[in-house]
């Protein structure tokens, strides 16, 4: 048997989605929820991309154990410095150092020549090597690289000291087959290549990242790099839960793989990951899409009742995705609200954590009459999270209709001070964000705005996630509530405070 260590990005190539931006105290709870996961690495960020990219690989590095912490750096000594730095906290640092190798790459973007190539990035795998215990060195742009060329770059950099060869199809052209080729023609040819571990990288931009990371692992490699939701630059990366559902699910066929993930933990990590990345799941998305497991045709709920193995090839449990029946109300006590937890799996939060959530659950349940799992998982990754609080919406008051002028009243408080302000807009939405931009004395550019029913019935809750824009950086907002006014009215003014708390 052999063991295929997964390497999780979502923080680092996963940030790297258009409009993501997570802030210190969003990716360690990631992070801690990846090492629930059972991840072997987490690829923590890019320290030397920004001051705040370091803190919060620092903030992982020492805060997440017991699983290895990577850190990005170019294949220079200052981006390497920055790196260890970052990580040197952490149980099980691992610096990853790349170098593009393929022509296009060298020629056009680092004007550098072959043997440039090659010396530079063995120096950068031996400064590292000299840091920390554990370098993965990535060629990068390696499936469009010089086969020849690429083979005396990774035995340079493995001669240079490095662990892991991680081989990324960075603009996802390669083919499952030829993947697969080309790392066994790397098993075969690299001198040392028996002596690493050979991983792989793989991007979606022909809906292959899955498929190619596979291939190769039927070549011999014994890493896999992916994202959470296939979240990544472009089309993202290959989808964690994807890989691992397709090697758990297909144990007769991959028989010879293990893994250490806690499949049960993948549609927690998944909807977490969703939510603080205010990325949606498209809704028939392998494995944790909201249709993966829903059966439309008469045929195919007919199967599913006698038999749920007539169209269903995964139990929805197994990864985490719960089917009780057992609904809260207002009625239910303490200790019916602690049990539905625990049958969640919340079983780590503190008592001030405790109070929150079961004043939240209070609250809510004065205003919806039955209270579902998925209102206590939105109530708990609401409260997961703190951001300064700059900013507190404490009253808002809107006149609406088909026939007049939409009108918003809020109250907004900012430490003492309480301003009032009013205004006009297209609908209730649009007149409230006006106010509350009149209230904060700010123009705001809002790029993105969603909302979804959190559960079935016309009392659901609604979550609203919205996405500003700052001087090129994105922030997210999410607000949940009954009322989907108060809930776009959160969502606009926690993304707000997000903005203004990272100037
Ligand atoms: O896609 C890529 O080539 C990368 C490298 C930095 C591994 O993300
Ligand atoms: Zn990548």
Known sequence: MSKIFIFDTTLRDGEQT????????EKLEIAKQLKKLGVDVIEAGFPTASKGDFESVKTIAKNVKGVSIAALARAVKSDIDRAWEAIKYAEKP?????????DIHMECKLHMTR????????AAVRYAKSLCPTVEFSPEDGTRSDVQFLYKVLEAVIEAGADVINIPDTVGYATPAEFGKLIKGIKENVKGADKVIISVHCHNDLGLA???SLAALENGAQQIEGAINGLGERAGNAAIEELVMAIKTR????????LDINTNQIYRTSSMVSQLTGVQIQPNKAIVGANAFAHESGIHQHGVLN????????????????????????????H???????ELGYTQLSAEELNEAFMKFKDLADRKKSIMDKDIEAILTESSVVVNDVYKLEYFHISSGNSFIATSTVRIRKGEEAVDEAACGDGPINA????IERAIGEEVNLVDYYLKAITGGKDAQGEVVVKIQKDNKFYSGRGISVDIIEASAKAYLNAINRMVSNK
């Open 336 to 342: 019916a609200f602690e049990e539905k937890l625990k």
């Open 115 to 122: 043997e440039e190539v090659i010396s530079n990035a063995a």
């Open 432 to 435: 409230t964000f006006n106010a």
């Open 307 to 334: 038999n749920r193995e007539t169209y269903e090839i995964m139990n929805p449990e197994t990864i985490g995705l719960k089917t009780s029946n057992i609904v809260l109300g207002k009625h239910s006590g303490r």
């Open 18 to 25: 258009p409009g993501v931006s997570l802030n210190a105290q």
């Open 251 to 258: 144990k007769d066929y991959y028989n010879r793989f293990t």
């Open 210 to 212: 899955v498929a190619n």
């Open 94 to 102: 691992r610096i990853h150092t790349f170098l593009a190798t393929s």
